[in-house]
Nanobody, 114 residues
Framework: QVQFVESGGGLVRPGGSLNLSCVVSSAIFNSYSLAWYRRGSGDRPKWIAMLRREGTTSYMPEVKGRFTISKDAAKSTVYLQMDNLQPEDTDVYYC????????WGQGTQVTVSS
């Protein structure tokens, strides 16, 4: 069963914006806090933006002030609005529950380059 379907990535110039979307299976969407992760150089993706069930958010320092996580319950979708993108944001982005991720979706590639 597909639980997370990410989309919205692409190629953008430094300073540009993208809005990622992730359709989440309804059982997970309604039951857990959710987060956006990116692969980075480690052996597993790391979270960068978190949206708790009660609606509060947290961000890692490297994206705080530039990225915004939100959700649409009617669409069972979580979003990541990314502004002022920089080359170091180039990565594969995933959504998943937090703190314990489930199986990963295919992710969506974001490339920031001039």
């Amino acid at each position: 069963q597909v639980q997370f379907v990410e989309s919205g990535g692409g190629l953008v110039r430094p300073g540009g914006s993208l809005n990622l979307s992730c359709v989440v299976s309804s059982a997970i969407f309604n039951s857990y806090s959710l987060a956006w992760y990116r692969r980075g150089s480690g052996d597993r993706p790391k979270w960068i933006a978190m949206l708790r069930r009660e609606g509060t958010t947290s961000y890692m320092p490297e994206v705080k002030g530039r990225f915004t996580i939100s959700k649409d319950a009617a669409k069972s979708t979580v979003y990541l609005q990314m502004d002022n993108l920089q080359p170091e944001d180039t990565d594969v982005y995933y959504c998943n529950r937090i703190p314990t991720p489930l199986g990963w979706g295919q992710g969506t590639q974001v490339t920031v380059s001039s």
